[in-house]
């Protein structure tokens, strides 16, 4: 009778010998065989390398510099995504006739700039252009995107081992899902493999600077890495990486391993304080000593409507002028900023009741409040700078090369559902949730909202108005 309890005794621990080695190795496997390098080193540095605006030279079939248009699409998840895409659509559908040649709108998109939801629109339009108007709605809009990533995460057996290592996290999985669904493998070596515009500035934030992170070769430079061999999908993920929700992504710093030389914008203060802060951030990243890594969360925690690039580089480099010479663009006569913002609003009736919000709402409080206030101060920023860069237009001596022609003028489109007249709909928007999925209703309304936001600002309508002028004392072959 004794001989069974030692059996069961001996089986016991033979189970737990067995747990343990099991445990033992999958940590031994998350910690030493999951630390993805995201980003890869940069041989040697050049320049004229890379993924950068100089590089994407106007087409005689597609975009001009003379007709210059700068869009931003905003974090929101896929409501922002939707917004986006609905936008993209309406200028795909607007006709003009420019300097002879009758064209879409959309042709003349040169850069987009894009965080969180909006760089899924961005970076997919990038890559595919008209492709994105057949089969985008199907492969992402309307695609449940949050049961795919829970469904990896929670029924994966080799996720659960992987997601033991602390170099390897929620975002990981979800740039493996976003590589293998959405963008086909493809890097920003395709992108430029097809030298065509629009280029696009994908942005996260960095945790340790709280600043602006371009996914852009210039800004992979400092860090002697090659923006080349990124997927799109790690760029694409970084951007959306919102806290709680998603880990964040490193990259390695190779800082002075290329032979990088700084421009004469590193080298000395800007005047202006954002030029200074925007070149004091930037040059943190030049010592690998003491920045080896970079860690990046969702775009919207730094910039959430996509301008604050326009406003610090502008200011980084100078002035209007300056700026637009180090993109290479020539002879300017209209210069186009697009703003597309999905931004949230608060609900009142969320706090009606006597008692104190949980935990997950005072998250999402903690990240809405400065996100809201800060894009509101972005937007009113960019109109106030708008008309400080149309003044400096004016005072240009005459003679004196020029990015821009004498006759040059600015535009400034806001897409946003703070625009929408209709109080109802605009709530309807508003309350629209910001996650990576929406019910089909849901995307039908933003589609239309898109277009009908664009075709109702007034300054779209007089950008209208004047190249129809235009085209009537140029008309089309």
Same mark, same amino acid.
């Given at each position: 009778m004794s001989y069974i309890p030692r059996r069961i005794e001996g089986v016991g621990r033979r189970v737990v010998a067995a747990l343990a080695l099991i445990s033992l190795f999958s940590l031994t496997l998350g910690c030493e065989y999951v630390r993805p390098t995201m980003n890869a080193p940069l041989a040697k540095w050049d320049a004229a390398y890379g993924y950068r605006s100089t590089n994407l030279p106007p087409s005689k079939t597609g975009s001009s510099d003379s007709l210059f248009i700068v869009a931003s699409f905003s974090g929101g998840g896929t409501r922002a995504s939707t917004l986006a895409y609905g936008v993209l659509r309406e200028l795909a559908r607007t006709q003009i006739v420019w300097e002879g040649q009758r064209k879409r709108l959309l042709d003349e998109l040169n850069i987009i700039n894009a965080l969180s939801g909006g760089s899924f629109t961005a970076a997919y339009y990038a890559l595919y252009g008209d492709r994105i108007f057949d089969d985008f709605e199907t492969r992402f809009l309307r695609k449940n995107w949050e049961s795919e990533l829970r469904a990896r995460i929670f029924r994966s057996p080799i996720n659960w081992f992987r997601m033991w290592s602390p170099f390897f996290g929620r975002a990981h999985i979800f740039s493996e899902l976003l590589d293998e669904a959405l963008f086909d493998g493809h890097t920003f070596g395709d992108l430029m493999a097809q030298p065509r515009r629009p280029m696009i500035f994908i942005h996260a934030s960095d945790m340790a600077s709280l600043s602006r992170f371009e996914f852009n070769q210039r800004q992979f430079d400092l860090i002697c890495s090659d923006l080349n061999q990124l997927p799109l999908s790690v760029a694409t993920a970084a951007s959306s990486a919102l806290p709680l929700l998603l880990s964040p992504i490193s990259m390695t710093n190779y800082a002075g391993q290329c032979g990088y030389v700084l421009p004469p914008q590193l080298q000395e203060l800007?005047?202006? =304080?954002? @030029?200074? *802060? $925007?070149?004091?951030?930037?040059?943190?990243y030049l010592d690998?000593?003491? $920045?080896?890594?970079?860690?990046?969360l969702d775009g919207g925690l730094s910039d959430n409507i996509g301008m604050r690039e +326009? *406003?610090?580089?502008t200011s980084f480099y100078g002035d209007i002028e300056s700026t637009f010479v180090s993109l290479g663009a020539k002879q300017i006569r209209k210069l186009v900023y697009l703003m597309v913002s999905a931004e949230t609003s608060p609900d009142p009736d969320q706090y009606i009741l006597n008692e104190i919000p949980g935990l997950m709402r005072v998250s999402r409080a903690l990240i809405d409040i400065p996100i809201n206030r800060y894009s509101t101060d972005t937007v009113e920023f960019m109109k106030q700078s708008v008309e400080q860069w149309r003044a400096q237009l004016l005072q240009r001596p005459q @003679? +004196?090369? =020029?990015?821009?022609?004498?006759?040059? #003028?600015i535009y400034i489109i806001n897409v946003s559902f703070?625009? &929408?007249? #209709?109080?109802?709909?605009?709530? $309807? *928007? &508003?309350?629209i949730p910001t996650n990576l999925a929406l019910n089909g209703e849901q995307v039908d309304?933003?589609?239309q909202a898109g277009a009908q936001l664009l075709r109702n600002d007034k300054e779209f309508q007089r950008l209208m108005r004047d190249l129809a002028e235009e085209a009537a004392v140029r008309p089309s072959p």
């Open positions: 800007r005047k202006t =304080s954002w @030029g200074r *802060l $925007r070149a004091t951030q930037l040059r943190t690998a000593k003491k $920045r080896p890594y970079i860690y990046l +326009v *406003l610090e580089n @003679g +004196v090369e =020029s990015a821009f022609t004498s006759n040059a #003028d703070t625009e &929408m007249e #209709d109080l109802q709909e605009q709530a $309807r *928007l &508003m309350n309304h933003l589609l």
